[in-house]
């Protein structure tokens, strides 16, 4: 087992910690996004009415045979490929025995003596962090000791009666399990881990990547100074999997200062504590078997070309491509991980910025475009309660929108009024004209611009309205011209802005105000 | 044929069913007699045309089928209705051939006399006085065969569990090259031994029903590919029907078939054999298989291993038998469905899923069921080296011997079938020599057929093997020697 004592932990409360070194690895389970099983036809589902989804191989009936999604193969491929795996040529599959009432034929079958995809790894850089969670500023390598194919198993349920309720719907469900070597030093560095691994596997439709919902599920290995290792199962959060670990350890230490020794165990997460399942060595011996009847699989070099040339752009490739300085992007840190962190942005972003930059092509268009989507776009659909969806608005309605903001055509509040119409009202938007909107809702800026243009009725109307707020607000415009409250010709600038419905400039109206109360 | 001639003896079948079934106890259970006229008479419109249409099958209780329970021979399945039925069954059906009953077995295929059932042991139709062993563990199978209780039946070999019964009850038993008949359906003894094989009175029927159970499918993943059934079945088989044909064949002569548990009716039955087929004008050929000695170790090493892991799924729970400990707090803290299995399985199939679980084992693994695997290699190594041909499953095809032989010829079995009160006395380690003999082919995967022959007024049965693939040509060879004269 490999410690790391050029990082030892040191971020724990306690001084006890110090004088140890935390060792940590995971083993993760990630459900791969098929129509159908890994040995059957029968669909894999989510919340499907109990056992609805058996086939007679689920259930184990006699007679029946596994036959070989290749699907399943495919994807498992592209996430050894994606994690810079060494794929096997041939591999095969093997017979884990246990007993129990979720697990039909007795045996789940994994990989055990000859995995598809061995030595890969994941990299976690510091943008991968927060400020809340970081991992200094130096890039860390995890590596994967290897990813193996094989069938989830059912769910057992109890009920108050005291009765075991077995649905089998989950059973021989593809999953592959990612092993990594003990290459975490900290706590932190493993949740970020599992939520750099979430959004690769979504992003390249291997893995929903839902903690909560099972699709995926997480169990650290947890060691202090190189001593005995315990496993703490199923931490279904990224919050879980820093909580357990940093607790774990602390147990350990705490039994160590103590002179105790730490035993080979199989511990749960409550929430708050680990705490022993059982201990490793009365455990069950597997007897593993390799499978007598399923054929290797062989895995040519075309195969492997071939899915590599299906994989999309990686999470760490675009957020790169998106962040260069020199780049054609140029979006914030920040921006970029908020493009990543939801599903189909970074594409949706890519076609708003090709639309926009075909009308505007200012050299900060691209990060302007980007900062409307993430802070105007995805800040008022959090407004009205929904998600992000490529479908919510089209690409040409809020690139529109953009262009008609930018190039001084429509206000900022007029943007953002409009953005909000649209967003409420997304069915009948689908086939929306900005420009006709804006027109309906008569939302077009007064035109306010200085020079040969300038239009004096308007500046007309404005000063008018100006008046009638000053009339009809006397105490406060009489604060302001005896500068007892200078600022509050902001309350006033407000009280005309919404009068006019935001078709004029802020600015405009706040000077036209000053020149009416003759403050500066 | 002739519908009248086909109803005709469709019925003298079922007459031989109800006057001879009791004594023999060949079948577990039975499909009634006016389903199965109706069913020789929609024979007529079979999707398939086929000279077996309207004939009388015996099926093997481990094959699923849904009109009759699927036993397996077990306490534990007594009354399992499978809800599909077995590819190879179905591929019968649809050539217009009717199932007559399901055939009685060793528990799960484990046993080599067809003592080892549920449902009560099988007696050898042959003798009059039912106190002799019919073999197993296909031995209903072959008993019902050899009574005219049916026209031909399907049974599994795993290692010599249709060509040994075949033996002993005086049929023709073939077990086909591993991979060409679909197990679709086929309960699971030991899945890389495990083959479909055909009983019947005469080699030219057991073709017939090879020739339709020949088939690629999807449904099961040993199920050898088109591309090489092209490759092995595309040239037309020379001299089809005749037996005796102008090709002179190179036959092994396996030396170390001579081993001392042999009988002398057995070993004088071998000999004339190949003096037989010496005097048609084939050469015979002394050779060596030396690893089959053991063959019969490893041979149940990796059964009983495979096995324990098969069987596992017999938990009570979705189908079967379940003991009502289990269904209560009774056995709390005990094994999980100990209760169930305890009293489901027999003695012998808790024997070998003990054994199986004890190979899988922690060292054991190493030292039994990899080792066992080692042996197997070299088993078929070993029979590549003395073949004319090379191995069509193996990417090496320099390993052949151009001096080698066709086909082996061997005795199937060691002895003429034993008294039963004799085999209920020996301790099971000693009946599992009686395997020594089919288990090699089964090993490795090439075809044999058990062929009967009759010597010094007894009938032994005489082993053909071939390469894998040559089915045909051993079928031939097999012919050869049922139609002497």
Known sequence: MLTSHRNAYRKTSSDLTNQYNLTCGLEIHAQLLTKEKLFSRSETSFNAEPNSRVSYYDAALPGTQPILNLSALKLALKAAVALDCNIQRVSSFDRKHYFYGDQPAGYQITQFYAPFALDGRLVLYPHDGSKEHNIGNKPIFIRLKQIQLEQDTGKSTYTADEVSHIDLNRTNTPLIEIVTEPDFSNAVSASIFVKKLQSLLRAIGVCSGELEAGAMRVDVNVSVNSGTRCEIKNLFSTSAVSGA???????????????????????????????????????????????????????????????????????????????????KYQVSHKDAKTLLATEKLVDYYYKLNEYVNAKNDSPDAARRTCNYLVHDFLGGLKKVGSEFSPSAISVEILGDIILFVSDGSITNTSGKLLLNHVLSNPNEMKSANVSTLIDDYELRKANTSEGPEADSETKDAIKELCQNIIIENTKVAETIRSGKKPKAIMFLVGMAMKASQGRVDAKVMESCMRELLSVK | ???????????????????????????????????????????????????????????????????????????????????????????????????????????????????????????????????????????????????????????????????????????????????????????????????????????????????????????????????????????????????????????????????????????????????????????????????????????????????????????????????????????????????????????????????????????????????????????????????????????????????????????????????????????????????VLTVPASLAGIPAVSVPWKVKGETIGIQVIGQYGDDLDVLKIAQTLQSRK
């Not at chain 2, 020789?40 to 009388?56: H, M, T």
């Not at chain 2, 209903?140 to 569990?161: E, K, Q, R």
């Not at chain 2, 591993?178 to 359906?185: E, M, W």
Request: proline share 5%.
């Open chain 1, 245 to 327: 670990i940093k607790a774990e350890f602390e147990r350990q230490c705490k039994v160590l200062d103590r002179g105790g020794v730490i035993d080979q165990e199989t511990r749960g997460w409550d929430g708050k504590n680990t705490f022993k399942l059982r201990t490793k060595e009365g455990g069950v011996d597997y007897k593993y078997m390799p499978d007598p009847e399923l054929e290797h699989i062989e895995v040519s070099d075309e195969v492997i070309h071939y899915i590599k040339s299906e994989l999309p752009e990686l999470p760490d490739s675009t957020f790169l491509k998106l962040t260069d300085p020199t780049g």
């Open chain 2, 1 to 435: 044929m002739n519908m009248n001639i086909l109803k005709r003896e469709a019925q003298n079948v079922l007459n031989n069913i109800r006057l001879l079934n009791p004594r023999t106890n060949a079948f577990i259970s039975l499909s009634p007699e006016n389903s199965v006229l109706t069913a020789v008479e929609a024979s007529l419109n079979a999707k398939v045309r086929s000279d077996i249409s309207g004939k009388l099958l015996a099926v093997k209780d481990n094959f699923c089928t849904q009109d009759l329970t699927t036993t397996c021979g077990s306490k534990i399945l007594e009354s399992y209705r499978s809800p599909y039925e077995a590819q190879a069954v179905r591929l019968l059906k649809e050539a217009g051939v009717v199932v007559v009953g399901k055939a009685n077995m060793d528990e799960f295929g484990m046993g080599t006399h067809n003592v080892l059932s549920a449902f009560g042991p099988v007696t050898n139709p042959r003798f009059s006085d039912n106190s002799y062993s019919a073999g197993g563990s296909s031995g209903g199978s072959a008993a019902a065969v050899s009574a005219d209780m049916c026209h031909f039946a399907l049974g599994t070999d795993t290692g010599g569990s249709v060509r040994l019964p075949g033996a002993y009850c005086g049929v023709v038993g073939f077990k086909p090259s591993y991979g060409l008949i679909s197990r679709d359906g086929v309960v699971a003894y030991a899945q890389s031994l495990d083959t479909v094989g055909i009983l019947a009175k005469d080699v030219g029927m057991v073709r017939s029903v090879f020739n339709i159970l020949n088939a690629y499918d999807p449904k099961d993943p040993t199920s050898i590919q088109p591309s090489i059934r092209k490759r092995l079945f595309s040239a037309p088989a020379e001299n089809e029907i005749t037996g005796r044909n102008n090709k002179k064949w190179r036959i092994g002569l396996m030396t170390d078939c001579n081993l001392s548990e042999l009988s002398p009716v057995v070993k004088s039955g071998w000999m004339e054999s190949l003096s037989y087929l010496h005097s048609l004008g084939h050469e015979i050929v002394p050779i060596s298989i030396p690893s089959i000695r053991t063959a019969l170790p490893a041979y149940y090493i990796i059964a009983s291993s495979e096995a324990s892991s098969n069987l596992a799924r017999y938990d009570g729970i979705r189908y079967g038998s379940r003991a009502n400990a289990d269904r209560s707090d009774e056995s709390r803290g005990g094994p999980l469905y100990g209760p169930t299995r305890q009293d489901g399985f027999g003695e012998e199939v808790r024997n070998r899923i003990i054994l199986g679980n004890y190979n899988l084992t922690g060292d054991s693994f190493n030292s039994h069921f990899l080792k066992a695997q080692e042996v197997r290699r070299k088993v078929q190594n070993q029979f590549n080296e003395v073949f004319s041909k090379s191995n069509i499953l193996i990417s090496d095809e320099t390993i052949y011997n151009a001096e080698g032989v066709d086909f082996l010829v061997t005795p199937c079995t060691t002895s003429t079938p034993p008294e039963l009160a004799q085999v209920n006395k020996l301790p099971p380690s000693e009946s599992y020599i009686n395997d």
